[in-house]
C-alpha cells in the first residue's frame, strides 16, 4: 500500500522552462509535506517544505503547492536549470507515534538539458 | 551546527558476511534516529527507526537488525548477509518535527 506516490519516474526539460514535480498521497492524516533533493550516491538533501494549513509555499526558484482536498502536491522549479538534474523525493509525516516518520514516494527522476 | 557521519562509505561484502553500518550525529541530544535502504531504482524504504537509547522499532521482516548503544550513534547489522541486502544504505536524524537531515550513506554490494 503505497500512501505516497509519485507516478513520473523521470521528466526531461529544457534549460530556462519549468519543471513540475507531482506527488498524490492517500493518507488523510499526513499533515507535513516535504520535498527532498538527490544526487547518485549521495545522501538527499532538503529543498523545500510545507505544512497542511497552507497551500504554498516559495523559495527562490522552487514553489510547492498543496491541493489538501485532491490530496495532491506539486514542486515547481522555475527557471530549472542543469544542476538541478538529480532524483527528487516527496514525503509526507502526520503526528502519529511521536516518532515522526517520514513516507517517502519512489522519487522522479529530473534531468535538465542545457 | 549538527552534522552527521556515516561509515564506510563504501562496502563490498560475500554472501554470508555479517555487517556493521555505523551512524554518529554531532550538535544535537536526543535526536530521532533512521536507517533506510535505497536499492536499484526504488524509492527509500525506511527499515529501523529509534526515539531513544536502546529504543529500536523495526518497519519491515527482514535479514537486519538495528542498535542504539549510544544517544547519538546507531548501528546497523546483519549476522549473514543476501545479495538482496545489497543497496545504499542512508541514516537520518531529527528533531521530532518531522524534518529529516540525511547522512552521505553507505554503498553495500553483497557478491
Known amino acids: 500500500d503505497q500512501q505516497v506516490k509519485q507516478n513520473s519516474p523521470s521528466l526531461s526539460v529544457q534549460e530556462g522552462r519549468i519543471s513540475i514535480l507531482n506527488c498524490d498521497y492517500t493518507?488523510?492524516?499526513?499533515?507535513?509535506f516535504l520535498w527532498y533533493k538527490k544526487y547518485p550516491a549521495e545522501g538527499p538533501t532538503f529543498l523545500i517544505s510545507?505544512?497542511?494549513?497552507?497551500d504554498k509555499n516559495e523559495d527562490g526558484r522552487f514553489t510547492v503547492f498543496l491541493n489538501k482536498s485532491a490530496k495532491h502536491l506539486s514542486l515547481h522549479i522555475v527557471p530549472s536549470q542543469p544542476g538541478d538534474s538529480a532524483v527528487y523525493f516527496c514525503a509526507a509525516s502526520g503526528q502519529t507515534g511521536g516518532s515522526e516518520k517520514l513516507v517517502f514516494g519512489k522519487g522522479t527522476k529530473l534531468t535538465v538539458n542545457p | 551546527s549538527q552534522t552527521i557521519h556515516q561509515w564506510p562509505a563504501t562496502l563490498v561484502q560475500p554472501v554470508g558476511s555479517p555487517l556493521s553500518l555505523e551512524c554518529t550525529v554531532e550538535g544535537t541530544s536526543n535526536p530521532n534516529l533512521y536507517w533506510y535502504r535505497q536499492a536499484a531504482g526504488r524509492g527509500l524504504q525506511l527499515l529501523f527507526y529509534?526515539?531513544?537509547?536502546?529504543?529500536i522499532s523495526s518497519e519491515v521482516p527482514q535479514n537486519l537488525s538495528a542498535s542504539r548503544p549510544q544517544d547519538r550513534q546507531f548501528i546497523l547489522s546483519s549476522k549473514k548477509l543476501l545479495l538482496s541486502d545489497s543497496g545504499f544504505y542512508l541514516c537520518?536524524?531529527?528533531?521530532?518535527?518531522?524534518?529529516?537531515?540525511f547522512g552521505p550513506g553507505t554503498r553495500l554490494t553483497v557478491l
Open positions: 493518507n488523510s492524516m499526513f499533515d507535513y
Open positions: 537520518a536524524w531529527s528533531l521530532g518535527s518531522g524534518f529529516q537531515s
Open positions: 510545507i505544512s497542511s494549513i497552507k
Open positions: 529509534s526515539v531513544g537509547i536502546g529504543q
